[in-house]
């Protein structure tokens, strides 16, 4: 089992930056890619980004690209979403999940955590 616990969520006016972490315990997690994932009220969970289990690898939703950056911190078992320029439309609860290797699919992911609120207001 890997249990992922995210933080970091919270209230930021638009144009603001958060900074999401999502910490790993139990198996070994430098083996695994993370993703994030987020779901607005009223809408489907959809991929944000993901990252490979060395780092050296990302991959971005277009509506992030630019704004949004991964990275992960192997020896403190901890992937980050750093999110600048923030939109109302970034609203939402984001979920960070490993999987075996670097997906942007849901169906792929092996563990997921309960999700972080981020509130974007106008």
């Known amino acids: 089992q890997l249990q992922l616990v995210e933080s970091g969520g919270g209230l930021v006016q638009a144009g603001g930056s958060l900074r999401l972490s999502c910490a790993a315990s139990g198996r070994t997690f430098s083996s695994y890619a993370m993703g994030w994932f987020r779901q607005a009220p009223g809408k489907e969970r959809e991929f944000v980004a993901a990252?490979?289990?060395?780092?050296?690898?990302?991959v971005f939703a277009d509506s992030v690209k630019g704004r949004f950056t991964i990275s992960r911190d192997n020896a403190k078992n901890t992937v980050y979403l750093q999110m600048n320029s923030l939109k109302p439309e970034d609203t939402a609860v984001y979920y960070c999940?490993?999987?075996?290797?670097?997906?942007?699919?849901?169906?792929?992911?092996?563990?997921w955590g309960k999700g972080a609120l981020v509130t974007v207001s106008s």
């Open positions: 990252i490979s289990w060395s780092g050296g690898t990302t």
């Open positions: 999940a490993a999987a075996r290797g670097i997906t942007t699919a849901q169906r792929d992911m092996d563990y």
